[in-house]
């Protein structure tokens, strides 16, 4: 059992640098990969009109369980959700901006589904537990007890093109702000 506060990020966590694994993104079209959301429905991004960010996080710790050994030491593991509840706590903001939000990672829907509602989410978190949509996008991944997961990175779309790439992505609780600030500029 663990007593860790997921809502809070640890002082001295390392920071991810930037090796140039997003450089490739901006301007790409997002491909055609159908996702299971939290709410139910099948979702395909790259078929959403609109503005959309999209931010894959690596996994959200659950109350009572241990996060993987090591965690707090992997540059950019750290903060899934504070990341979220900081989307949570700007959604309306968001919302005013035209933009529809989604989170992505590679643990199965009912195991987000429990964070969607444990956190009071106001938007889907989508499943890409084959990774199917990371690969074709040549995302950067790390592993961690035998598990692939995703680095933490926030793309904003546009009718299915990569308009804007944050990368690498700290600390996770500031970038619905970041995000914000940019698409008030944008």
Not at 23 to 50: A, E, Y
Not at 53 to 80: H, M, N
Not at 145 to 155: D, I
Request: hydrophobic share 35%; charged share 20%.
């Amino acid at each position: 059992m663990s007593d860790i506060n997921f809502n809070v990020l640890p002082d001295n966590l390392p920071e991810p640098i930037d090796n140039g694994a997003c450089n490739h993104l901006k301007g790409k079209s997002i491909p055609s990969v159908k996702l299971i959301s939290t709410s139910g429905n099948v979702v395909d991004v790259s078929r959403i009109k609109g503005k959309i960010v999209l931010y894959f996080y690596p996994l959200t710790g659950k109350p009572g369980e241990s996060l993987p050994v090591g965690w707090d030491q992997i540059p950019g593991a750290r903060g899934c959700t504070p990341q979220a509840c900081s989307f949570r706590d700007h959604f309306k903001e968001l919302e005013q901006l035209n933009t529809q939000v989604f989170g992505i990672s590679t643990q199965n829907t009912d195991y987000q589904s429990e964070v969607v509602e444990r956190l009071h989410l106001p938007f889907s978190l989508l499943s890409d537990s084959n990774l199917k949509l990371a690969n074709s996008l040549s995302l950067p991944l790390f592993e961690v007890e035998s598990k692939l997961l995703n680095k933490r990175v926030t793309l904003i779309i546009q009718d299915g093109l990569i308009i804007k790439v944050f990368y690498p992505v700290f600390p996770p609780d500031k970038n619905a702000e970041e995000v914000i600030e940019w698409l008030s500029y944008n």
